[in-house]
């Protein structure tokens, strides 16, 4: 039997890396085959990067998705009126205002967010709304950028979103019998080049979300001022440098304990004002790649802490890909998976 085949490329635009995920879809499967990144250094073209990495990714399609994140972005979590969707979009209009503090013209969308009860009745007359928002300007900067390079946008994502999604995608177990008596959740924390991303989901559906000031960037400066090295020096030696570990891990201290100071301030609010208990967290990003991270994280908030691979549960294309350089930079790659899963419905 011939299976049809549709292909989309995740294309995560950090300030230190660019990095490229393709998902194609053999039928109803998603398989990985695409993958390429390249590094940023200070003062480099990000029209550059986006063009090297296509032109080493050697993907099957053009049809990319981007993400945004940062100043330039707001999320918040609304309880209203229960009310149809299309009353929902223009309602979501008048409260515009008091969620932007800008003159900026923005983009506002928003998603109902419902946990399902047992007998499918509405659990209340009230509904928890999630609304985001971003700079239109952003926006059509980016989606320009990526026209210019030869590329079609598809979509723009939020970044926080793109790891719930690949979370949904690669790990999220089966939500058949669901009991909304269930607090349990799992927090997905992804430290970036900037900063951190935390999204706690709950049977599929989001909860709370945050984006924390701290990153991998952060640690590199640390390493750098305590070697006394420049930055892109200290960037290789926080990576993989065995002779100068302990040195290292003395450096990043200060930044780990300020990071997971911010993340235990995170998982009380939810456990308090959601009634949820954060039974897991799964760290990705490159940050948490520097020696003793994740370690010091998992001890600093106290509950089950691991890397998450956001590979677990897909197929990879072995004939076209470096398996073993693909999983190397794993954990570093779910902004780009939780992009590219869009194929699933694009």
């Known amino acids: 039997m011939i299976r049809s085949k549709k292909s989309v490329v995740g294309l995560d635009l950090g300030t230190s890396v660019v990095k490229a995920v393709e998902i194609t879809l053999e039928g109803q499967e998603p398989v990985i085959t695409g993958f390429s ?50 009353e929902l979009k223009q309602a979501i209009q008048f409260e515009a205002d008091k969620l ?83 607090i349990r959740a799992t927090a997905l924390v992804d430290v970036g080049a900037k900063s951190t991303s935390i999204n706690v989901m709950r049977g599929g559906t989001s909860c709370f979300s945050r984006e924390i000031p701290i990153g991998g960037s952060n640690m590199t400066q640390a390493v750098a001022r305590r070697l006394g090295v420049e930055g892109f020096e200290a960037e290789a030696i926080k990576r993989a440098s065995e002779d100068h570990q302990a040195e290292v891990r003395t450096a990043i201290g200060p930044v780990l304990e300020d990071l997971a100071s911010e993340l235990m301030l995170s998982m009380d609010y939810v456990e308090h004002n959601e009634g949820l208990t954060v039974t897991e967290i799964l760290l990705s990003g490159g940050g948490v790649l520097a020696p003793g991270a994740a370690e010091y994280i998992e001890q600093s908030v106290a509950r089950p802490t691991r890397l998450w691979n956001p590979l677990e549960g897909l197929r990879v294309d072995v004939n076209r890909l470096d398996v073993e350089e693909l999983e190397a930079w794993a954990p570093s790659l779910v902004v780009a998976v939780g992009l590219a899963s869009r194929v699933r419905n694009s």
Request: charged content about 25%; glycine content about 6%.
């Open 37 to 86: 990144r390249v590094e940023l250094p200070p003062g480099g073209s990000l029209d550059e990067a986006v063009k090297q990495v296509f032109k080493e990714g050697k993907f099957r399609s053009k049809r990319v998705v981007t993400g945004v994140s940062g100043q330039d972005t707001v999320v918040r979590y609304l309880s209203m009126p229960r009310m149809t969707d299309s």
């Open 100 to 182: 932007v503090a800008s003159d900026e013209d923005f983009i506002i969308d928003c998603l109902p967010l419902e946990q399902p009860s047992q007998d499918g009745a509405p659990q209340s007359d009230t509904m928890k709304v999630l609304v985001a928002a971003c700079q239109s300007e952003r926006l059509n900067d980016q989606a320009r950028m990526i026209q210019n390079s030869g590329l079609l946008p598809i979509a723009i994502d939020l970044d926080l979103f793109a790891i719930a999604n690949a979370w949904e995608m690669c790990v999220l177990p089966d939500s058949e019998g669901f009991d909304p008596s269930d």
